[in-house]
């Protein structure tokens, strides 16, 4: 995977834990600022392996590390050099999902080595989205479900996010959601 | 031909279209248009809000919709510009449209990706350009962590480098107590046969021993690295036993040197540094051990000058070859070999060889490879040649007999009091009126009381160093010679030229030789 998810799971564990710990776990696992460098193309064993050792660290199990990460990943994009890209790809939660391969499009272009993912509206309804994911990698799943949990958070939204049952290399996950009013 | 469209479908294709009758009043206005321009209203004239920009000059909608020319407008209320062309629709006009960013950029425009139709391009272009802006933003916020992350390496580097130098220096002193104190027992006539040959062996291990520590020591003392005139066979040899630690206990490490009187200025440290390096990496391509050869050579080549300040033209260099019996480079490792982080093992850096290239041109040689799968590797480095007139090193000072200090008086200055028993016991016993010191201040009180000839100081010792106990005393006595003893050699500047140095663990015959040189020279004041 390329070096941005590695700084973004830095900055989890940074904001979780401190940095003393993200130091630790530079040395446990032999990792150092040339494993960071967003532009890079990482093998996905190193960045399993960092999911890995973060998820020690907090205590979690990896796919819940995972689910974690994705909601986080929103965050941590939204505030870094991409948070233009992340509003001109959409305002409201329908429009972001449906532009997302638009923009991995340009993604891909820029770096030729990244795999991206495709995210499609599959089915709209009132208050609930039925999304279709596929990638080549798998075992992602609970990335996606964080992914889509820290687009119900940007967009203001509260709900919730169920994986449904699917055919082939995709996954769909119905996302059922309502304004929250607390904000 | 006809087409139909929905209105559900239009604004996909054409989010900021709109349409006008055959009056030129809005009577559609799409999506794109409704979001950033809310003051556009259907009913209103197409001019209230829009203006005919671009060429041809404002040419009638019924002759641009026939002659299929393309249109551009600009919003009188919004910073936004259309571009598109004009379709007849019965008694109006569809004006499929696209917004054709002014500055290309998507910062600061409340722009959104559905603003675009499904296959504008200028969707793709907008992401790249704000892309690679972001990326660019990303390196420089990279390049700084590199930074960051360098120094502190160098920092933590130069800690770890203090440190191990203050270790091996105390160490070393240790083994210049056993050294001085083995000396004493095989002075006397006690021991058998077989007793002198266990203090032998006590005397050889405490010589490898400070071999290793004083390549230690020379190795963190980087900070003033100056280019000083060496025998790189002389430091080769001074630092063997240290390089066959490196190279481990399952492989020999050979030394075969051939240019004893070339001199070349290079700093101590960094030519040391390169070759540490070269011995680490071949020892790494022999995981089940097997042979290092570190040869030196002079050969006279023509190199391409690696700076241009440097003439070019056939030369004297010295060739050192670190040569292994390891796995080989295959023709792509070996094109890459010398690439800075380029590296084929698991965890490395990939920055030995290319630094070892680097210093070689930095001194004005050159460093290359030769290697082949299966075959071990030869690197080789050429440094240019000074001089041919440096002296081939000798470890035997000349022989001076015992008992020839002939009463003259010498101050011994050492802090280690084991140290300093056994040199005052030796040098009593060869005929010195011998006064002892720890420190530098009981030193200087006895300078005060009694006039001395030789003043025999180590170099670092707490309070104050011997250095600076020398100048005092060659200015309190001028004429008193004067002899420094460490474990690590002090630079030239720290030095004068009339004192004397040498090396701890003491070589007791050399010492003797160097106090009886001494005192057989004119007094250094004297000689002006």
Same mark, same amino acid.
Request: proline content about 7%; aromatic content about 4%; glycine content about 8%.
């Given at each position: 995977m390329y070096g941005m998810i590695h700084r973004g799971i830095r900055a989890m564990l940074i904001e979780e834990r401190g940095e003393a710990e993200w130091d630790a776990l530079e040395r446990e696992i032999g990792i150092g600022p040339a494993e960071l460098v967003s532009q890079s193309v990482y093998d996905d064993a190193l960045t399993l392996e960092l999911v890995a050792a973060v998820a020690r660290r907090l205590e979690l199990p990896i796919e819940a590390c995972l689910d974690r990460f994705g909601r986080y990943w929103v965050r941590f994009v939204d505030r870094g050099a991409y948070a233009d890209i992340m509003d001109f790809t959409g305002r409201d939660l329908v429009s972001f999902i449906q532009n997302l391969d638009r923009m991995h499009q340009a993604v891909l272009a820029a770096m030729p080595e990244a795999k991206v993912p495709s995210f499609s509206v599959v089915d709209r309804q009132d208050g609930a989205l039925r999304v279709k994911y596929q990638s080549e990698r798998t075992g992602l799943e609970p990335l996606v479900v964080g992914l889509l949990h820290g687009l119900l958070d940007r967009f203001g939204l509260v709900g919730a996010v169920q994986p449904v049952p699917s055919r082939g290399n995709s996954a769909e996950f119905v996302v059922s959601y309502q304004q929250n009013h607390d904000l | 031909m006809t087409y139909e469209i929905t209105k559900e479908r239009l604004e996909l294709l054409f989010p900021a279209y709109l349409e006008v009758d055959s009056a030129l009043r809005l009577r559609g206005i799409g999506p794109a248009i409704r979001r950033r321009c809310q003051l556009v209203q259907v009913g209103d004239p197409l001019d209230t809000h829009f203006k005919r920009i671009g060429f041809p000059a404002d040419p009638e909608l019924p002759v641009a919709a026939r002659r299929g020319d393309p249109i551009q407008l600009r919003s009188l209320v919004s910073h936004m510009e259309l571009g598109g062309s004009v379709i007849a629709d019965g008694d109006g006009y569809l004006l499929a449209l696209n917004i054709v960013p002014a500055a290309f950029t998507i910062e600061k425009t409340d722009l959104q990706m559905s603003d675009f139709g499904p296959s504008d391009p200028t969707v793709q272009g907008l992401l790249l350009v704000t892309l690679q802006k972001a990326m660019l933003q990303e390196a420089r916020t990279i390049a700084l962590d590199l930074e960051r992350e360098r120094q502190r390496s160098l920092d933590l580097l130069e800690r770890v480098s203090r440190a191990a130098g203050y270790l091996a220096h105390d160490f070393n002193n240790f083994l210049s107590i056993i050294r001085l104190n083995s000396d004493r027992l095989l002075a006397g006539n006690e021991l058998s046969e077989a007793q002198r040959r266990l203090v032998s062996i006590i005397q050889e291990t405490s010589e490898?021993?400070?071999?290793?520590?004083?390549?230690?020591?020379?190795?963190?003392?980087?900070?003033?690295?100056?280019?000083?005139?060496?025998?790189?066979?002389?430091?080769?040899?001074? %630092?063997?036993?240290?390089?066959?630690?490196?190279?481990?206990?399952?492989?020999?490490?050979?030394?075969?040197?051939?240019?004893?009187?070339?001199?070349?200025?290079?700093?101590?440290?960094?030519?040391?540094?390169?070759?540490?390096?070269?011995?680490?990496?071949?020892?790494? +391509?022999?995981?089940?051990?097997?042979?290092? #050869?570190?040869?030196?050579?002079?050969?006279?080549? *023509?190199?391409?000058?690696?700076? !241009?300040?440097?003439?070019?033209?056939?030369?004297?260099?010295?060739?050192?070859?670190?040569?292994?019996?390891?796995?080989?480079?295959?023709?792509?490792?070996?094109?890459?070999?010398? *690439?800075?982080?380029?590296?084929?093992?698991?965890?490395?850096?990939?920055?030995?060889? $290319?630094?070892?290239? *680097?210093? $070689?041109? *930095?001194?004005?040689?050159?460093?290359?490879?030769?290697?082949?799968?299966?075959?071990? =590797?030869?690197?080789?480095?050429?440094?240019?040649?000074?001089?041919?007139?440096?002296?081939? +090193?000798?470890?035997?000072?000349?022989?001076?007999?015992?008992?020839?200090?002939?009463?003259?008086?010498?101050?011994?200055?050492?802090?280690?009091?084991?140290?300093?028993?056994?040199?005052?016991?030796?040098?009593?016993?060869?005929?010195?009126?011998?006064? !002892?010191?720890?420190?530098?201040?009981?030193?200087?009180?006895?300078?005060?009381?009694?006039?001395?000839? #030789?003043?025999?100081?180590? #170099?670092?010792?707490?309070? =104050?160093?011997?250095?600076?106990?020398?100048?005092?005393?060659?200015?309190?006595?001028?004429?008193?010679?004067?002899?420094?003893?460490?474990?690590?050699?002090?630079?030239?500047?720290?030095?004068?030229?009339?004192?004397?140095?040498?090396?701890? !663990?003491?070589?007791?015959?050399?010492?003797?030789?160097?106090? %009886?040189?001494?005192?057989?020279?004119?007094?250094? =004041?004297?000689?002006?």
């Open positions: - | 490898r021993g400070s071999e290793i520590t004083r390549s230690l020591m020379t190795l963190s003392h980087q900070k003033n690295d100056s280019c000083t005139s060496i025998n790189l066979d002389r430091l080769i040899a001074d %630092h063997q036993a240290f390089f066959a630690t490196i190279a481990g206990a399952t492989i020999t490490l050979r030394c075969e040197l051939g240019a004893p009187r070339a001199m070349v200025e290079v700093p101590r440290t960094g030519v040391l540094n390169c070759l540490m390096n070269l011995v680490i990496n071949a020892r790494d +391509a022999m995981p089940d051990g097997g042979e290092i #050869v570190l040869s030196t050579d002079v050969r006279t080549v *023509e190199l391409a000058p690696p700076r !241009p300040d440097l003439p070019s033209g056939p030369r004297a260099y010295v060739a050192i070859e670190v040569c292994d019996t390891g796995t080989g480079m295959t023709d792509d490792v070996l094109k890459r070999a010398f *690439e800075p982080f380029f590296s084929t093992k698991s965890r490395g850096s990939g920055i030995g060889l $290319a630094s070892v290239m *680097e210093f $070689a041109r *930095e001194m004005g040689g050159a460093a290359c490879l030769d290697s082949r799968a299966g075959a071990g =590797a030869a690197v080789y480095m050429y440094i240019p040649v000074s001089s041919l007139g440096g002296n081939p +090193a000798t470890d035997h000072p000349a022989a001076v007999p015992e008992n020839s200090g002939g009463g003259a008086r010498v101050l011994v200055v050492e802090d280690e009091p084991y140290a300093l028993e056994a040199l005052v016991e030796m040098l009593e016993g060869d005929g010195y009126r011998v006064s !002892p010191a720890a420190t530098a201040a009981e030193a200087m009180a006895l300078l005060e009381r009694q006039r001395h000839d #030789v003043l025999l100081t180590d #170099v670092v010792m707490p309070e =104050a160093s011997g250095l600076d106990l020398a100048d005092w005393a060659s200015r309190r006595q001028p004429g008193i010679h004067i002899v420094m003893m460490s474990g690590y050699v002090p630079s030239n500047e720290e030095l004068r030229d009339e004192w004397r140095f040498i090396r701890k !663990p003491l070589d007791i015959a050399l010492l003797r030789e160097m106090l %009886h040189t001494a005192l057989h020279e004119a007094p250094p =004041a004297l000689t002006g």
